[in-house]
C-alpha cells in the first residue's frame, strides 16, 4: 500500500464549479497536511497548509481533514480557468525532512 | 534572480555522461531539497540538506552524488544514469525542516 493515495485524474469541469480534490493516506504519524499547487513548467507553490484535523477556508479554497478515516481533501469553489494546474497533496510528520507526496492530479477549468 | 533558480532547465545525456544539475536559492533559507518527479508517480524526496548537512538519503543510487558548499547553493552531479532515471529534478528550499517549501522551476533530464 502506497503512504499517499491520490487520484491522477485528468480532472476537466466548467468555469464556476465546485471541485473536490482529495487523498488518503496510511501513515497514522502523518499530522501536517498541505496542498501544493503547480502549473505547467512551473515547481509545486504552497496553496494550503492544515495541521492535525479540521477544516481550513482561504477564499475560494477550503482544505478538509479527516485523521480518523486518513482523507484529506481540497475543495475550490467557483472554479476558474486560471485554477488550471495539478494539485499535490502533501504530508509529513516531522515537518519537512519526512514531506509524502501524492502523486497529483491534474485539473482543466473549461471558460 | 529571485526565488529559487535550477539549470539547466532541460538536458538530454547518455548512460555513460557525467553531468550536473545546479540549484540556487536567494530565499536566504538553511534547508535544502532534491526532488524527482516523474508522470504519474508523486513526487520523491531523494536529499536533504540542513545547514549545509546531509540529513535525509532516501535510498537514492549512488549514481546521484548530491552537494552543498553553502546555504544557498546545491548540487546533484549524475554518472552513469539508466533510462528510468528520465524525470524531472526539482530543487526546493525552506526555512528550518518547514512544511513550506518553495521550489525551482525543475530540470527535465532524459537518460538516451
Known amino acids: 500500500q502506497k503512504e499517499v493515495e491520490q487520484d491522477p485524474g485528468p480532472l476537466s469541469v466548467p468555469e464556476g464549479a465546485i471541485v473536490s480534490l482529495n487523498c488518503t493516506y496510511s501513515n497514522s504519524a502523518f499530522q501536517y497536511f498541505m496542498w501544493y499547487r503547480q502549473y505547467s513548467r512551473k515547481g509545486p507553490e504552497l496553496l494550503m497548509y492544515?495541521?492535525?484535523?479540521g477544516n481550513k477556508e482561504d477564499g475560494r479554497f477550503t482544505a478538509q481533514v479527516d485523521k480518523s478515516s486518513k482523507y484529506i481533501s481540497l475543495f475550490i469553489r467557483d472554479s476558474q480557468p486560471s485554477d488550471s494546474a495539478t494539485y499535490l497533496c502533501a504530508m509529513s510528520a516531522l515537518m519537512g525532512n519526512d514531506m509524502r507526496f501524492g502523486a497529483g492530479t491534474r485539473l482543466t477549468v473549461k471558460p | 534572480e529571485t526565488g529559487v533558480t535550477q539549470t539547466p532547465r532541460h538536458l538530454v545525456m547518455g548512460m555513460t555522461n557525467k553531468k550536473s544539475l545546479k540549484c540556487e536559492q536567494h530565499?536566504?533559507?538553511?534547508?535544502m531539497y532534491w526532488y524527482k518527479q516523474s508522470a504519474k508517480k508523486p513526487l520523491e524526496l531523494m536529499f536533504v540538506?540542513?545547514?549545509?548537512?546531509?540529513?535525509e538519503n532516501n535510498s537514492v543510487p549512488s549514481r546521484f552524488s548530491p552537494e552543498c558548499p553553502n546555504s544557498s547553493h546545491l548540487f546533484l552531479h549524475l554518472h552513469t544514469l539508466q533510462p528510468e532515471d528520465s524525470a524531472l529534478y526539482l530543487c526546493?528550499?525552506?526555512?528550518?525542516?518547514?512544511?513550506?517549501?518553495?521550489f525551482g522551476p525543475g530540470t527535465r533530464l532524459t537518460v538516451l
Open positions: 540538506y540542513s545547514l549545509e548537512e546531509r540529513v
Open positions: 526546493a528550499s525552506s526555512q528550518d525542516a518547514a512544511y513550506e517549501q518553495f
Open positions: 492544515t495541521y492535525s484535523s
Open positions: 530565499l536566504g533559507h538553511n534547508a
